[in-house]
C-alpha cells in the first residue's frame, strides 16, 4: 500500500505561486508514474500534470502549460507541482495520485489508471 500526503495548498492572490507537494511513505513510487489532479466546486475532477517514472515523459493540460511545472525525487519519494501566476480558475482541491503499474514510459492522463490517491489539497486563487 502506498499513503500519499499532499502539501503546499494556500490562499494567494492571483498572479502569485505556490509549491504542491506529495510525500509518498508505505512504498517506493520511484518506479510509478505520477500525477496531480483537481476538482473545483461544481465540477468533475480534471487532470493537470503527470509524470513518468523517470521523469523522462510529462504531460500537463492546456490550462497548466507554461505556469505549472511537474517534477519528482524518488530519493525522497515525493512528487511537486510547482504553480505559477496562478489565476482564479485554478481553484481547487488539489490531488496527487500514483499508478501502480511500474515503469510505464508514457504516464497516462486518465484518472481511472492511478490506484493511489492522496487526501487533497485546498488551492484558492483570488482576484
Known amino acids: 500500500q502506498v499513503q500519499l500526503v499532499e502539501s503546499g495548498g494556500g490562499l494567494v492572490q492571483a498572479g502569485g505561486s505556490l509549491r504542491l507537494s506529495c510525500a509518498a511513505s508505505?512504498?517506493?513510487?520511484?518506479?510509478?508514474?505520477m500525477g496531480w489532479f483537481r476538482q473545483a466546486p461544481g465540477k468533475e475532477r480534471e487532470f493537470v500534470s503527470v509524470?513518468?517514472?523517470?521523469?523522462?515523459?510529462?504531460f500537463h493540460a492546456d490550462s497548466a502549460k507554461g505556469r505549472f511545472t511537474i517534477s519528482r525525487d524518488n530519493a525522497k519519494n515525493t512528487v511537486y507541482l510547482q504553480m505559477n501566476r496562478l489565476k482564479p480558475e485554478d481553484t481547487a482541491v488539489y490531488y496527487c495520485?500514483?499508478?501502480?503499474?511500474?515503469?510505464?514510459?508514457?504516464?497516462?492522463?486518465?484518472?481511472?489508471?492511478?490506484?493511489?490517491w492522496g487526501q487533497g489539497t485546498q488551492v484558492t486563487v483570488s482576484s
Open positions: 495520485a500514483a499508478d501502480s503499474f511500474p515503469r510505464k514510459q508514457v504516464p497516462s492522463i486518465r484518472g481511472s489508471e492511478y490506484d493511489y
Open positions: 508505505g512504498r517506493t513510487i520511484s518506479s510509478y508514474a
Open positions: 509524470i513518468s517514472w523517470s521523469g523522462g515523459s510529462i
